[in-house]
C-alpha cells in the first residue's frame, strides 16, 4: 500500500485518456474555491479561498483533472478516499468522472477496508448510489449571527467550563445521548469519544476563547455532568463541534441554555456561529427555533469493495 500512496504525487493516467495531476494546496484552491466552495457556497457556509487552503492543506491529495492540457475538474483523492469532486465548464459530464474516479480508487484502496465518499452534495447523491455506493451519513451545516443574549439555566443546575478532568464523563455522556438518539444509526466506543474530547482539550487549552464558550452542565443533586457544548474554531468562525444533553435531562432548557450560552458568549469577537447536525437529528426544530438558518443537506457515502 505504501507504493501506491507514494505513487500518488506523479501524474496518473487513468480511464479516457484522462490524468491526474496533484497539486499543492494553495494552487488547487485556485479552482477549487471558485468551482466547488462558490458553486456550493449555500451547502458549507464556506466564506473565502483562504479558508480552502486550509481544507486543501488538511487534505493535501488535490488532484486537477486533466484532458490533454485542459483541466476539465479536481477532487481530494487518495486510497480508501475521495471527496469534493468538481467540474470545470464547459466540462459537464460529472457521472463519467465519478464512474472512472471509484474505478481507479478501486485499484489503490485495501480491499479489506470501505472507500469512504465524504461531502456529497444532495445533487451529485445519485450518480454515486448507481454505481453502488451507498448513504452512511447525512449532515446539514446551520448558521446564525451571534448576538448578546440573556442564556437562562435552569433551577438545580450550574455550568462551568470544562476542564481536562472532565475527559471520562464527557465520553460517557456522548455515547450515553447518541445510543438514545435514532438519528445516530453508528455509535462510537467510549474510547472514540475520549479521544474526539482530548484533541479538543489538547487543541484548545491555550484559547481562551473558545474556551471561555463551551460548557458543562451540572446536576447539583449528583454533581454529575449532565451537559455538554465543545466549541473549536474553524474557517475562522465558531464552530460548535459536540451538543449534547443526557436523556434523563432533556426537555429542561439545559440545550437551549448552552445554545443561548454560545451565541452570547461570541458576539463579541465573532459575526456568527455555526454548527454541523445529522439532518434527522430532533435538535434541528430547536436550533431553527433560535434563529439557525439550515442549509442543503451533504452526504457522506462509502463503497464496500467486499461484499457486505
Known sequence: ???KIQSLNKPIEIEGGLRLVYQEP???????SVYHGQKYADSYFRRSPETLVEVASIFDCGYFIMEGETTIGGVFLKPNFMSDLFVVPP??????LVHKLLNYVKKISATEDKIIVREVVEEHVA???QLGCKIQEVNVWMIRPTE???AILPEGYSSRAVSSEDDNDIACLLMKAYKANPAYKQVGTKEDYLLHVNEFLDQHKHNKIMDKYSRVVIDNRTNNIVGVC???EFEDYPLIMSLVVDPDHQQRGLGRYLLTHSIHSS???YPATRLSVIKDNSAIKLYEDLGFLRSKTIIDMYFACKRE
Open 127 to 129: 450518480a454515486y448510489k
Open 148 to 150: 448578546p443574549m440573556k
Open 91 to 96: 466540462y459537464k459530464d460529472y457521472e463519467g
Open 1 to 3: 500500500m505504501k507504493e
Open 267 to 269: 458576539s463579541a469577537w
Open 26 to 32: 494553495k494552487e488547487y484552491t485556485r479552482y477549487y
Open 230 to 232: 465543545l466549541h473549536m
